[in-house]
């Protein structure tokens, strides 16, 4: 899978998918095993799932950290199938 291709307003979008629809615990917003955070300020944004981490950063940038490729694939999975159920 190629991440400098991701659609950064698709995730943006997701976030606030799972943020609206979720459960709030602690400050995190879970929905379909997908946690969403932000910073204080709203500037930063988390996506989390299993290992993975996606950083969505002001200015449009974002940054992915994640061990396992099977990982990343089913959490595109998902949001895909969350982007097109909405």
């Known amino acids: 899978m190629d991440i ?4 950064k307003r698709n995730m943006l979008e997701a976030f606030d998918l ?4 979720g459960e709030k615990v602690d400050g995190v ?8 955070a932000h910073d204080f300020d709203g500037y930063t944004c ?5 290992d993975l981490t996606i950083s969505l ?3 449009g940038k974002y940054d992915f950290d994640y061990q396992d490729e099977d ?3 089913a959490f595109f999975k998902k949001i895909s199938r969350l982007l097109a159920d909405k």
């Open 4 to 7: 400098t291709k991701v659609n």
């Open 18 to 21: 799972i943020t609206t629809r």
């Open 29 to 36: 917003y879970e929905f379909d095993g997908i946690r969403a």
């Open 46 to 50: 988390w996506l989390s799932y299993k």
């Open 57 to 59: 950063l002001f200015h």
């Open 71 to 73: 990982t990343l694939k």
